[in-house]
């Protein structure tokens, strides 16, 4: 106990008056660290968040920005995409129509792509995986200015390709490469591309599917160095 004299009077001070003062310090410390944890929850936290959408914001813009040179095309094909893909995932069950739709757009994409790049024999390949009945009338259109813009130089790609591998000896790499090209347009350059694909069926041993390119050639180009060599060539083939 702890005791003073104040005139006559013995002044006591009560022990709990300390403990009091102990647990009063406590609880004074346990507020302050209620409220200090609630200025970080409720202002700090959402203060960074903020910053950081913020931040996520100006990231999006930015990339915007630096599409937005073709992206009027490309975010119109995307959003095609992206609002297909949603159908097949609210269904939940394969749709084939769907997924088909959604190949054409991807393909009319990667050709539009490969069309700014300058890459002509990828961006001709992607044409050929689009099935126009699955395209809207702005994709349609985007479609034919692509197909019209490169389809000669996609022929030109092509046979410039076969023909450096039926040069080099690779028939087996010419031979598929050919047919294509042929399956586009029988007749390219007068006829060469379906007799390059005969001799290159021959050169590999099979003369047997030379032979309705051989023919074709001298059915249509009567009085030709290719129409007199393929005529030999059929004329092998009967002996």
């Known amino acids: 106990l702890i005791s003073y004299q104040s005139g006559n009077e013995k002044i006591i001070m009560p022990k709990r008056f300390r403990e009091s003062s102990m647990w009063a310090n406590i609880l004074y410390i346990i507020i302050g660290l209620v409220v200090g944890v ?56 394969k749709n ?52 019209g813009s490169i389809a000669d130089s996609y022929k030109e790609a092509l046979y410039s390709q076969a023909y450096s591998s039926y040069s080099s000896g690779d028939y087996q790499s010419a031979i598929p490469t050919f047919q294509k090209l042929v399956g586009m347009d029988e007749a390219y350059r007068d006829g060469s591309a379906a007799y390059y694909l005969a001799q290159s069926f021959r050169k590999s041993g099979d003369l047997a599917s030379a032979k309705p390119y051989y023919q074709y050639v001298v059915d249509n180009y009567a009085g030709t160095e290719k129409a007199r060599t393929s005529k030999n060539y059929l004329a092998q083939e009967q002996q």
Request: net charge negative.
């Open 38 to 93: 609630a200025v970080t929850c409720f202002l700090v936290v959402p203060g960074i968040k903020s910053q950081s959408k913020i931040d996520a914001k100006k990231q999006l813009l930015s990339a915007n920005d630096t599409i937005s040179t073709n992206g009027q095309t490309i975010s119109g094909l995307n959003d095609q995409i992206d609002k297909l893909k949603k159908e097949l995932e609210d269904e939940k069950k």
């Open 96 to 147: 084939d129509g769907v997924s088909d739709q959604i190949s054409t757009y991807e393909a009319l994409l990667n050709a539009y792509v490969y069309y700014t790049t300058n890459d002509v024999i990828k961006a001709g390949e992607a044409l050929e995986n689009i099935n126009t009945s699955y395209l809207s009338d702005s994709a349609k259109q985007t479609y034919d200015t692509l197909n």
